[in-house]
Nanobody, 113 residues
Framework: QVQLVESGGGLVHTGDSLNLSCIAS????????MDWYRQKDDQEREFIAA???????RYSPSVKGRFIISRDNAKNAVYLQMTSLKPEDTAIYFC???????YGPGTQVTVSS
């Protein structure tokens, strides 16, 4: 079955950087686009970044220029490099196989001011 497991979250300060990882299993990773989403308290889950099978990337305006999504097909992994973090980036971050059906359990990112 499809499994996605995120890691790398934590508590950081404004301006810090953090790198998230997501390890996938149960499907042919190289054949799927992968996405990152986040969910803030009392808000709906929002899209923040995507990477296609051909490494084409796109970002939400809220993170463009600060976050970088990448993937390593040999490791079945997708990454999110986050820089210049702000308190409003505080959320649970989820990776997802493109299509919006499968998500991992998420990893908490908290940015203190």
């Amino acid at each position: 079955q499809v499994q996605l497991v995120e890691s790398g979250g934590g508590l950081v300060h404004t301006g810090d950087s953090l790198n998230l990882s997501c390890i996938a299993s149960g499907f042919d990773f190289s054949k799927y686009g992968m996405d990152w989403y986040r969910q803030k308290d009392d808000q709906e889950r929002e899209f923040i970044a995507a990477i296609s099978t051909g490494d084409y990337t796109r970002y939400s305006p809220s993170v463009k220029g600060r976050f970088i999504i990448s993937r390593d097909n040999a490791k079945n992994a997708v990454y999110l490099q986050m820089t210049s973090l702000k308190p409003e980036d505080t959320a649970i971050y989820f990776c997802s196989r493109h299509g919006g059906v499968y998500y991992g359990p998420g990893t908490q990112v908290t940015v203190s001011s």
